[in-house]
C-alpha cells in the first residue's frame, strides 16, 4: 500500500474481481426474488464460459461468444426452471445436479473437442473482450491523483465490467418500478396471492429464472473471453457460491448485492496483494484467510449476529394450487 | 409431492430408480456418440476396467467403501429433512482428528490406536457438523447455504494448516509426516501377506467392513431405533413431529452429528486406509458424490451400497477408459454423476406419472388413480 498508484490498481483489481461475482449474484437475486432457490449459479458460470470460449474461437467474435454462453446459461436455467417449478423438485437438489453435470461436461467436451486436458485453445484479436480506453485516458494521465484514476480505473476495464455496474441499478429498478418487478417480488413472497390475482406464478418464475440465465451467461462469458482468453476446467473456483453468500449478505436487495460484491471482490484483490508481505500489528496474513473471509462473514451474518437475513417468504418451495 | 402419482410398491422400490438411473447412462452415452466414440466399447471398457482383474476390482471397492460412507452421511441428514452438503468439508477436518490422536496415543497397540483414532475422526467431523446444525436450529441460517460455506472454511483452513503448519520438514508437498503405523487401517493384501498369500496392491482395506457395518447401523437406526423414528417424523411433518414432543433443536443436532460422523468414514478410508498422512484435498470431491449415491439409493442402506458399487465402477472403470480413449476423460463419470442427481434426484416425478401410466395400461396392476391425476393438471395451470 505504498502509493497512490498501488491504491488504484488495487481497486482496478477489485472491479475486474468483483465483476463475475456481481452478474451470478444478480442472477441469483432473479431467481431467489421470484422463489426459486438457485444453487446452480456456480454451473451456470462454468456452462457459459465454456460455451463462450468455444464459440468466440469458432466464429472469431467475442460478441458470439457472449450471445453463446448467455444462451446455453438459460438452458441451464430452463433445466431447474422445469425441475423446480413444473416438477416441483427439490430445488437444491436440481440446482446441485447442474453444478455437478456442468463441472463434468464442460470439462469432458473441452478435453473431447481439443484434447488439451480440457481447455480450450487462447483467444486472441477480436476473439475476445478488450479493454474499453476512454477518450484522454493518456492526456490526463499524468494529472496528479485524478490523473491515473481515470486512466485505470474508470478507463481501461472490459466492456463487461461497465455492463455489470450498469445490471445493478437496472435490476433495482425492474424490482422496484416495474408492474413486472412488482409481481415478481410478489410471488416470491405470497404466490397464492399473485394466483388470486389471475396472474401466473408460473410464468413469473419461468421468466425470473430466464433472466437469471441470461445474467450468468454474461458472469460466465467475461472469465473465459474477458477476464481469460480461454476455458479451463472448473474455472470458476466457487464464484458461483461466493456470489451466493453476498446474495445473503446483501439481504437480497440489488444495490446492496453490488456493494457486497465489490467488497468480496475487494478481499480477493487484497488476498493477492498482500501475499507474503507483513500487516501492520498482526504479522503475515494467510491468505488462505482472505479466501475464507467472504464464507465466515456471511455464516456471522446468516446466524444474526450482525444485522438479520431475511430471505422471500416463499422461497424454496415450489408452488401448488390449493384443491 | 403430494400429488404425484402413485406407483404399487415394488415399482416405487425397485422400477423407478432403475428407470431414472438407466435415463442418466443413456444421456451419456449420447455424449459419448457426440464425442465420436462408441458408447458400447466404451461401456466394455470400463466394466473391464473395473472388474476384469483383481487390481481393478480392489480399486473399485476402494472406491465404493468412500461413497458408501459419503451416501449414508447424505441420507441420513435427508431423513430429518436437513441436506447436508457439507460431508466433503467435515470429512477433510476429520483429518485433524487423526493427526492428533494417532500422534498422542501413539504407544498403544495397533488395533487399539486404530479404534481411537477412528473415533478420533468422528468425533472432530461430527463437531464440524454441529456448527451448521445448531446454526439452523437456535440461529435460523439455513443448513443448505452454511454447509456449502463452511466448505470452502474447511478447505482453507486445511490448505493453511497442510501448507504452513503440520507440513512434514523439508517437504515441498503439502503433506504432513506418515502417521503412526499402528493406526493405519490394514489393507487387503497385508492381511494376505500375514496369512502368507500374495494379492495385488490395491488400497482396499477393512474400512469396507466399517462401511459395511455403518450400513447394517444406519438401518437399525433409521428403521428400529427410537431416535430413527423421530428423525424420519421430524423429516417429514416437522409441524407434526413437534406436536408428538419431537425437539426440533434436538433432533437437528443428532442428525447433523451422525451424518457428520458417517461423513468421517470417506476420511478413514482414505487416510488410515491409503494414504497414511494428511494431504491436500484427499477428500477429493467423495463427499459430492454422496448426494448423487443417496439419491439414487433412495436413502435405504441396500440401495447406497448398491449405488456406491455403480459409482465405485465408474470411477475405476472410467480411468481404464480415459487411457484407453483418451477423448473420454475422467470427467465423464461426474458428468454422470450430475445427471443421475438430476433424474433420480430432481426429475423423479417427471418419471413418475409416465411409469403409472405405463403399468396401468398393463391391466390389472392396479387402476390409475383418478384423483391425483386430475389434481396434477389442475396444479399445473
Request: with cysteine.
Amino acid at each position: 500500500m505504498a502509493s497512490w498508484l498501488d491504491l488504484v490498481y488495487l481497486l482496478a483489481s477489485t472491479l475486474r474481481l468483483s465483476t463475475p461475482l456481481i452478474f451470478a449474484c444478480l442472477a441469483g437475486l432473479w431467481a431467489e426474488r421470484s422463489g426459486v432457490f438457485d444453487i446452480g449459479l456456480e454451473g451456470k458460470l462454468l456452462i457459459s464460459a465454456f460455451a463462450a470460449a468455444v464459440v468466440a474461437g469458432a466464429t472469431g467474435s467475442a460478441w458470439a461468444g457472449l450471445a453463446a454462453g448467455i444462451v446455453a446459461s438459460i438452458l441451464a436455467a430452463l433445466v431447474h426452471a422445469y425441475a423446480s417449478i413444473d416438477q416441483r423438485a427439490d430445488q437444491v437438489v436440481s440446482g446441485t445436479a447442474i453444478n455437478i453435470a456442468a463441472d463434468g461436461g464442460t470439462a469432458l467436451l473441452g478435453n473431447a473437442l481439443f484434447s488439451q486436458g480440457g481447455r480450450t485453445p487462447s483467444l486472441s484479436g477480436a476473439e475476445r473482450f478488450h479493454d474499453v480506453v476512454l477518450p484522454g485516458a493518456d492526456v490526463f494521465s499524468g494529472v496528479p491523483f485524478v490523473g491515473p484514476v481515470y486512466k485505470f480505473l474508470l478507463s481501461g476495464q472490459s466492456p463487461l465490467v461497465y455492463a455489470a455496474f450498469l445490471v445493478a441499478p437496472l435490476t433495482w429498478w425492474a424490482l422496484t418500478r416495474t408492474r413486472f418487478g412488482l409481481r415478481l417480488r410478489a410471488v416470491g413472497d405470497n404466490p397464492a396471492a399473485v394466483d388470486t390475482a389471475g396472474v401466473s406464478v408460473r410464468g413469473l418464475r419461468y421468466r425470473a429464472l430466464i433472466v437469471c440465465g441470461a445474467l450468468c451467461g454474461f458472469g460466465g462469458a467475461y472469465l473465459s473471453v474477458g477476464q481469460a482468453a480461454f476455458f479451463l476446467p472448473h474455472m470458476s473456483a466457487g464464484k458461483g457460491f461466493i456470489a451466493l453468500a453476498a446474495l445473503v449478505f446483501s439481504n437480497w436487495r440489488p444495490m446492496r448485492a453490488l456493494a457486497t460484491c465489490l467488497l468480496f471482490g475487494f478481499l480477493d484483490a487484497l488476498s493477492t496483494n498482500l501475499q507474503g508481505a507483513d500487516v501492520p500489528f498482526v504479522g503475515a496474513v494467510p491468505v488462505q484467510f482472505f479466501q475464507a473471509l467472504p464464507y465466515l462473514l456471511t455464516i456471522v451474518l446468516l446466524a444474526g449476529f450482525i444485522g438479520k437475513a431475511t430471505p422471500p417468504k416463499a422461497g424454496g418451495r415450489a408452488y401448488v394450487k390449493e384443491r | 409431492m403430494s400429488v404425484a402419482a402413485r406407483l404399487p410398491r415394488w415399482a416405487d422400490v425397485a422400477l423407478l430408480p432403475a428407470v431414472t438411473v438407466a435415463s442418466a447412462f443413456v444421456v451419456a452415452g449420447l455424449v459419448v456418440l457426440a464425442i465420436g466414440q462408441n458408447p458400447l466399447e466404451a461401456t466394455r471398457i470400463l466394466l473391464v476396467g473395473a472388474f476384469g482383474s483383481w487390481e481393478g476390482l480392489g480399486y473399485t471397492l476402494y472406491y465404493a467403501t468412500s461413497f458408501m460412507f459419503a451416501g449414508l452421511a447424505v441420507a441420513v441428514a435427508f431423513h430429518a429433512g436437513l441436506f447436508n452438503i457439507g460431508v466433503d468439508g467435515q470429512a477433510y477436518v476429520a483429518g485433524l482428528g487423526a493427526l492428533a490422536v494417532a500422534h498422542a496415543l501413539g504407544f498403544l497397540p495397533a488395533p487399539l490406536l486404530a479404534t481411537a483414532t477412528v473415533l478420533a475422526m468422528a468425533a472432530v467431523a461430527a463437531a464440524y457438523a454441529l456448527v451448521p446444525a445448531w446454526l439452523q436450529a437456535k440461529r435460523g441460517s439455513h443448513v443448505v447455504i452454511t454447509t456449502i460455506m463452511l466448505n470452502y472454511v474447511a478447505s482453507a483452513l486445511m490448505g493453511w494448516l497442510l501448507v504452513r503448519v503440520f507440513i512434514e520438514p523439508g517437504q515441498m508437498n503439502a503433506q504432513t509426516s506418515r502417521l503412526p503405523p499402528g493406526s493405519d487401517m490394514p489393507e487387503f493384501w497385508r492381511i494376505a501377506s500375514w496369512l502368507g498369500a500374495d494379492a495385488p496392491k490395491t488400497p482396499l482395506n477393512l474400512s469396507i467392513l466399517l462401511a459395511g457395518l455403518a450400513g447394517v447401523g444406519v438401518w437399525a437406526l433409521l428403521w428400529r431405533s427410537r431416535l430413527g423414528f423421530r428423525l424420519r417424523a421430524f423429516g417429514a411433518n416437522p409441524a407434526a413431529a413437534h406436536y408428538g414432543g419431537v425437539s426440533s433443536t434436538a433432533i437437528t443436532l443428532q442428525a447433523m452429528a451422525i451424518s457428520g460422523a458417517l461423513a468421517s468414514g470417506l476420511a478413514v478410508n482414505a487416510i488410515l486406509g491409503q494414504e497414511h498422512r494428511l494431504i491436500l484435498d484427499f477428500t477429493a470431491g467423495f463427499g459430492f458424490v454422496g448426494i448423487a449415491v443417496a439419491l439414487m439409493g433412495r436413502g435405504h442402506p441396500a440401495g447406497i451400497a448398491l449405488a456406491a458399487l455403480l459409482f465405485g465402477t465408474l470411477y475405476q472403470g472410467g480411468e481404464e477408459l480415459a487411457f484407453d480413449m483418451p477423448s473420454i476423460s475422467r470427467d465423464m463419470v461426474v458428468l454422470i454423476q450430475g445427471l443421475v442427481v438430476l433424474f433420480a434426484g430432481a426429475m423423479e416425478n417427471a418419471f413418475r406419472g409416465p411409469l403409472a401410466a405405463a403399468i396401468a395400461g398393463f391391466g390389472r396392476a392396479e387402476p390409475p388413480a383418478p384423483t391425483s391425476v386430475a389434481a396434477e393438471t389442475r396444479a399445473d395451470g
